[in-house]
């Protein structure tokens, strides 16, 4: 069964400049997630998606951030304008929902991107 | 404002030796504790989790202590070898919710 993948695994780009990030889940997995790691700090939510509905978006930075999950299949994360700031690392994971309690996350390898 | 804390930042074992990753958590509605351990170049991997109805799991020669009343749990590494060199995360969830809230990780290194 293949993984989470993520293309690309890296990027750098200039400020100002758009970047788009996508993920493809573990296949049958309803729910997707994006998360961020800047260098040296936690690994911090930003959404999670039900098939193609956002669930949560609390951890999304602020309105240069748009995600998409087209028919509830892969997802892709836009950045626009890039700032210096958004530089890190992206995972994505999934799950498949349990009855009772939290999911089991399968992770990404990430998506590095460098603001310059 | 960090929900999980995480220590130590990095620590280096001898081989054979016995390795300690301690996270603290202040919300008592998270009721599920993984570790993931994550290799360079690769996304992070679940490793062992627990949830609060136990003090403690085993699987294999990774353990994980949970002190709920000190909202506290552990990663222990038992003779640890130079392939577990990674970086180690802790992260919380709460049902009724999705997201995991991860500690800051820290860096394993095992010298051979």
């Known amino acids: 069964e293949a993984g989470v993948t993520q293309f690309p695994s890296h990027s750098v780009i200039e400020k100002g400049q758009t970047v788009t990030l996508r993920c493809d889940p573990i296949?049958?997995?309803?729910?997707l997630y994006w998360y961020r790691r800047v260098m040296g700090k936690e690994i911090k939510f930003l959404l999670h998606f039900v098939k193609e509905s956002k669930q949560d978006e609390s951890g999304m930075p602020n309105n240069r951030f748009l995600a998409e999950r087209t028919g509830g299949t892969y997802s892709t994360l836009k950045v626009q304008p890039a700032e210096l700031e958004d530089s890190g690392v992206y995972f994505c994971a999934s799950s498949q929902p349990l009855r009772v309690g939290p999911d089991t996350q399968y992770f990404g390898p990430g998506t590095r991107l460098t603001v310059l | 404002q960090q929900q999980v804390k995480q220590s130590p930042q990095s620590l280096i074992v001898q081989k054979g030796g016995i390795s300690i990753i301690n996270c603290a958590y202040e919300?008592?509605?998270?009721?599920?504790f993984p570790w993931y351990q994550q290799f360079p170049g690769k996304g992070p991997a679940l490793l062992i989790a627990?949830?609060?109805?136990?003090s403690e799991k085993k699987e294999g020669r990774f353990t994980i202590s949970f002190n709920k009343s000190a909202k506290q749990f552990s990663l222990h590494i038992m003779d640890s070898q130079p392939g577990d060199s990674a970086t180690y995360f802790c992260?919380?969830?709460?049902?009724?919710?999705?997201?995991?809230?991860f500690g800051t990780g820290t860096r394993l290194k095992v010298l051979a």
């Open positions: 296949s049958g997995h309803d729910n």
């Open positions: 919300n008592t509605a998270f009721d599920y």
């Open positions: 627990i949830r609060p109805d136990v």
């Open positions: 992260a919380a969830g709460a049902s009724g919710t999705y997201k995991y809230i």
